[in-house]
């Protein structure tokens, strides 16, 4: 069973730094594209970021409200993805997604979601 | 960007009408486009890829259509469990970007 559960979010100031981290399991996880999306209080959904399989040797994408700032990276030998999030924003405050990508390029499953908020 | 537009922004439905959601988006995607399903406090649930392939477990009272720039995702029967809301998202192009969403009430 795939499962994505990730963990790391919080109150932060603006200007802080926060590093989010997504646990995968129940498949392989190098073969997979992985993604960060998140969505504001109220929201829809924004797509943030994603990081590459082994076999595109883990390049990035990113969005332009993340560029810059975020960076998504992988522990292979731990099954995890991550967020790192610096000079943070209070338009950044958000409920984050990890979620895997398919073969198919679409997203087939979803983390339950981390809330990050920022606010003095 | 690509841009894309769904509508209604919302509807309201009875259990056992058919639904009708449309995503128009702002240049040729071909068929890459998915839909999710998002209920309130919950993650996402992806439906439907490659614009009209259900995923896995998903039942067949969804479907999807279009190719192009025009889509359409379909509930043929809507039941309690559906009412939420619905978005798209183009994966053609870098950023990936996701319709505005289409909450179907009950009425």
């Known amino acids: 069973e795939v499962q994505l559960v990730e963990s790391g979010g919080g109150l932060v100031q603006p200007g802080g730094s926060l590093r989010l981290s997504c646990a995968a399991s129940?498949?392989?996880?190098?073969?997979?594209?992985m993604d960060w999306v998140r969505q504001a209080p109220g929201k829809g959904l924004e797509w943030v970021a994603r990081?590459?399989?082994?076999?595109?040797?883990?390049?990035?994408e990113y969005a332009a409200s993340a560029k810059g700032r975020f960076t998504i990276s992988r522990d292979e030998s731990k099954n995890s993805l991550f967020l790192q999030m610096n000079s943070l924003e209070t338009e950044d405050t958000a409920v984050y997604y990890c979620?895997?990508?398919?073969?198919?390029?679409?997203?087939?499953?979803w983390g339950q979601g981390a809330l990050v908020s920022v606010s003095s | 960007d690509i841009q894309m537009t769904q509508s209604p922004s919302s509807l309201s439905a009875s259990v056992g009408d058919k639904v009708t959601i449309t995503c128009r988006a702002s240049?040729?995607?071909?068929?890459?486009l998915t839909w999710f399903q998002q209920k309130p406090g919950k993650a996402p649930k992806s439906l439907i890829y490659?614009?009209?392939n259900l995923q896995s477990g998903v039942p067949s009272k969804f479907s999807g259509s279009g190719s192009g720039t025009d889509f359409t995702l379909t509930i043929s029967s809507l039941q309690p469990e559906d009412f939420a809301t619905y978005y798209c998202?183009?994966?053609?192009?870098?950023?990936?970007?996701f319709g505005g969403g289409t909450k179907v009430e009950i009425k």
């Open positions: 979620a895997r990508v398919a073969r198919s390029c679409s997203i087939d499953y």
């Open positions: 129940g498949f392989t996880f190098s073969d997979h594209y």
């Open positions: 990081s590459r399989n082994r076999d595109n040797s883990y390049t990035t």
């Open positions: 240049q040729d995607i071909s068929n890459a």
């Open positions: 490659g614009a009209s």
């Open positions: 998202q183009q994966y053609k192009n870098y950023p990936l970007t």
